[in-house]
């Protein structure tokens, strides 16, 4: 049983780090349901999964990246991830209880709140270029997906959306943005934890992360697809999640 558990949460942190619905947020629910594993080394592990998937998918880009580190979108991102990182510096500092899920039903329904507003109220534009207050913004929005239920991918591309990148543009800066974000994450709680592997079922990280690996690639691809089409699908069923969170244990 506890494969099949692995199984399904893999599954759930590929599909939902890149679907604007929030990894965080699913996962949460997941331990409130005890179906995830409380081992810090098995999300460091999914971590790594979904980082793999990025960086295979948009490989082009990020060896631009690296090629131009101080050039080009690459500032751009170290700016936006510099105002990440101080909100949520804020968050674990002064509001620590809030990263626990104790706002998870409102997280969600703020997700699917900018979405319907990046949707209805952002016009399509293809002439605005990445900037610094895109980027600003951008980054600050991220800082604020800390909170279980926002979602991190959806927050970015509402963001990058208001400031008048086009759908595509914004999808894909918001992916590019989550490589530094989730590198950050691993080395934070590797630290924290010694990057201890200590009763951790070494079967069953393998199968959480090949999973999450295989849908964390399906889950971009099908993003930077969907892009086109917009984010309207993802707005009732972020508000219903969150509804529905307020009625679980």
């Not at 558990?5 to 780090?17: D, P």
Request: with cysteine; glycine share 10%; proline share 4%.
């Amino acid at each position: 049983m506890k494969y099949w558990k692995a199984l399904l949460v893999g599954l759930v942190q590929g599909v939902t780090e890149f679907l604007p619905v929030s990894s965080s947020g699913h996962l949460t629910i997941l331990s409130k349901l005890s179906v995830m594993p409380t081992s810090l080394f098995y999300n460091l592990s999914l971590h790594l999964a979904t980082l793999l998937a990025v960086i295979i998918v948009m490989r082009r880009e990020i060896g631009e990246l690296l090629r131009h580190p101080i050039k080009g979108d690459a500032k751009y991102i170290l700016l936006s991830s510099l105002f990440t990182v101080g909100i949520a510096l804020v968050f674990k500092e002064f509001f620590p209880d809030l990263l626990t899920g104790s706002l998870l039903g409102f997280g969600f329904i703020l997700t699917s709140v900018l979405l319907f507003a990046s949707e209805k109220l952002c016009r399509e534009s293809v002439g605005r270029m990445l900037d610094g207050k895109v980027s600003i913004l951008t980054g600050i929005f991220q800082g604020i997906a800390v909170l279980p239920g926002v979602s991190r991918s959806g927050s970015t591309i509402a963001a990058a959306r208001y400031m008048g990148l086009s759908r595509e543009r914004a999808a894909r800066f918001s992916f590019l943005l989550s490589v530094p974000v989730i590198i950050g994450g691993f080395l934070v709680e590797g630290i924290e934890s010694g990057f201890s592997a200590a009763g951790a079922d070494v079967t069953e990280i393998v199968v959480a992360s090949t999973a999450a690996f295989l849908s964390g690639l399906f889950a971009i691809r099908f993003m930077l697809g969907k892009m086109k089409k917009g984010l309207m699908p993802f707005v009732p069923y972020t508000f219903l999640v969150g509804v529905l969170c307020y009625f679980l244990p």
